[in-house]
């Protein structure tokens, strides 16, 4: 058995390539538009696991401009990272506007949320010691 990809739908495919691409660093592997089933496919992985991919899935907004609600993206568990620098990623996707909805508080783990709900855990590789201000910061909200 080959482990292939996870897929998670997207609201706005924009949003979503700035969080997994800018923010975690992730690159864009290969993309598919599919006009008959109104559809976008947008592969991505990390430059250490090539192997392991996320697809992207965008479904376009029907003639109305109506798209369809994916609710709090709650039922799909969350997607993992390793990181050579946990305080670094956190404080990019800080910086980028997002939260840090579990801080790492211990130099090993933290919990952020994708444009569409989706959580995504970053474990350090390895472990840095404690470090503020994330040692003493509060959880935020759920992930």
Request: glycine share 6%.
């Amino acid at each position: 058995m080959e482990y292939l990809h996870t897929m998670v739908r997207v609201r706005d495919l924009d949003a979503s390539l700035r969080f997994y691409c800018d923010g975690l660093g992730l690159r864009e592997v290969r993309r598919m538009d599919n006009p008959a089933g109104r559809y976008t496919l947008v592969f991505l992985a990390a430059d250490e696991s090539p192997e392991a991919e996320i697809e992207l899935t965008y479904n376009w907004p029907d003639a109305n401009g109506n798209t369809e609600d994916y609710g709090s993206a709650r039922n799909f568990g969350h997607l993992a990272f390793r990181v050579a620098d946990i305080y670094a990623v956190c404080q990019r996707l800080q910086d980028m506007g997002y939260t840090i909805n579990r801080p790492p508080r211990d130099g090993h783990m933290a919990f952020v949320r994708s444009p569409d709900l989706i959580s995504v855990e970053l474990l350090q590789d390895g472990h840095l010691p404690p470090q503020e201000p994330w040692a003493s910061m509060p959880n935020t909200g759920v992930w």
